[in-house]
């Protein structure tokens, strides 16, 4: 590796360690901001695609698109938008519970994030590629601060994957490449939540903040035909993540009283948690020597989550919040237009559903299904280099929080009802360079 390159990677490296996304991009808390060049055409074709080896986050034989040692940088500035209004909650489930005091509106609660990406893939011979990615595959961010109505409900959610991947892809003959990679995932999860009552003489309230990590390993595998010339056919798989998390919970401002009678102490804590496997399948077809279609559907196996169920080593009950999850699909279409020899355009636009059902919607969890609109372009420097830009906004359904206190598992939350309006800009810029 060059000088140069290991600058990158060590710093590509920096970059996604103190990266935390927004989940006002992506339906879940799945991001797919992994390429500039894939999010300019909104992910149309991008499992097929011959552009470059950044499609290999969700193919791994696109490595093969490397014809020498090269580096591919991105990284995407999320800007998002979420306003909570016509916020009610009340501790009805709660013994000497009553409205709880606090703003009927918040707009402070989601924050602009970067999310990088890194890519290296060197040639092994004319056929064969090895490639290392670093992605962050999962991340969610909202903190509503401490002081609203909802906080027994939640006050910040902070969940962060970081995926290190090492690949392999081979061209097996003129049209038809396969690839695989394993990956060694690092999740950490922050979860915080105002506890107790608002009513003093029931003990009062407090603040408990859960923190935990684990590391974990997953694989992925792919496929890429060109049956005719100018069709392009790509299918890849990601591999659900199965994670021990471990780590403490910490209490603050919470009475004796509250202590006692709850067994809110300070206290280790565990939960098994899998993130969803990503199936990915493309198309891309040359409609002229200059034009390209690429459509895409995406299956993101949201099922394997049934939720939260946080087990204490003290005496307090297990903290439970059911996601209720359904798989889902995310579907898209972009054009990508050779202007010139130096430069390429690209659109697109997408649909991304949301795995989150009316019944479970939470503080934690406010998502509505998504449409994206994107445009972007390539400027090729010369040979080795280039520079792409993108960028996407994202509009988002309105959806409602209706926690009616019918669930067992809000007893401790009491009631809560509010309505969400968010959407998202995302700009997106990367750098390719051939060595």
């Given amino acids: 590796m060059t000088t140069s390159s290991k600058f990158m990677f060590r710093a590509s490296l920096v970059a996604v360690s103190v990266a935390a996304a927004s989940s006002a991009y992506s339906a879940g808390f799945a991001l797919n901001d992994h390429s500039a060049t894939a999010s300019g055409k909104a992910l149309g074709g991008v499992a097929a695609s011959n552009e470059d080896i950044s499609a290999s986050f969700w193919n791994p034989a696109l490595f093969v698109n490397a ?5 591919y940088a991105s990284g995407a500035y999320v800007m998002p938008s979420m306003d909570v209004t016509d916020i009610t909650a009340n501790n009805a489930t709660v013994a000497g519970g009553g409205a709880i005091a606090g703003s ?3 707009s402070d609660s989601v924050n602009n994030t970067l999310v990088p990406s890194f890519y290296f893939a060197k040639p092994l011979s004319d056929k064969t590629v090895a490639g290392i990615s670093l992605n962050v595959p999962f991340g969610l961010s909202g903190d509503y ?6 906080r027994f409900h939640a006050t910040e959610t902070a969940v962060q994957d970081i995926a290190l991947s090492f690949a392999l892809a081979h061209r097996m003959n003129d049209w038809i490449s396969v690839g695989a990679s394993v990956q060694v995932h690092r999740a950490d999860i922050v979860l915080e939540s105002g506890v107790g009552t608002t009513v003093a003489v029931a003990g009062g309230e407090g603040i408990g903040r859960i923190e935990a990590d ?3 390993y997953g694989y992925s595998l792919g496929v890429a035909l060109e049956p005719r010339k100018g069709t392009r056919l790509g299918l890849g798989y990601r591999s659900e993540i199965d994670f021990d998390f471990k780590g403490d919970v910490k209490y603050t401002g919470v009475s004796s009283g509250l202590s006692g009678a709850k067994g809110l102490v300070d206290a280790g804590v565990s939960d098994s948690i899998t993130f969803p496997s990503v199936l990915t399948l493309s198309v891309e077809q040359d409609l002229s020597p200059k034009l390209v279609l690429g459509l895409t559907a995406i299956r993101t196996g949201w099922g394997s989550m049934d939720g939260i169920n946080i087990d204490f080593d003290s005496t307090q009950d297990n903290s439970v919040l059911t996601f209720g999850f ?3 699909w995310m579907y898209s279409a972009g054009l990508t237009y050779a ?3 130096k430069l390429t355009l690209r659109t697109g636009v997408a649909m991304d559903y949301t795995p989150v059902t009316d019944k479970y919607r939470s503080a934690r969890t406010p998502d509505g299904d998504r449409k994206w609109i994107s445009v972007g372009a390539t400027y090729d420097f010369n040979d080795m280099t280039s520079a792409t830009f993108a960028f996407t906004h994202v509009m988002i359904e309105d959806v409602t929080v209706n926690r009616d206190g019918s669930q067992s598992e809000d007893d401790g939350r009491g009631k809560l009802n509010a309505d969400y309006e968010s959407s998202a800009n995302v700009i997106s810029l990367a750098m390719n360079m051939a060595f």
């Fill in 145 to 150: 601060g401490k002081d609203w109505a909802g």
């Fill in 104 to 106: 009927s509106t918040n």
């Fill in 326 to 328: 359904e798989d889902q």
């Fill in 339 to 341: 202007y010139s020899d």
């Fill in 214 to 216: 684990d590391t974990s």
């Fill in 67 to 71: 014809k020498e040692t090269t580096v």
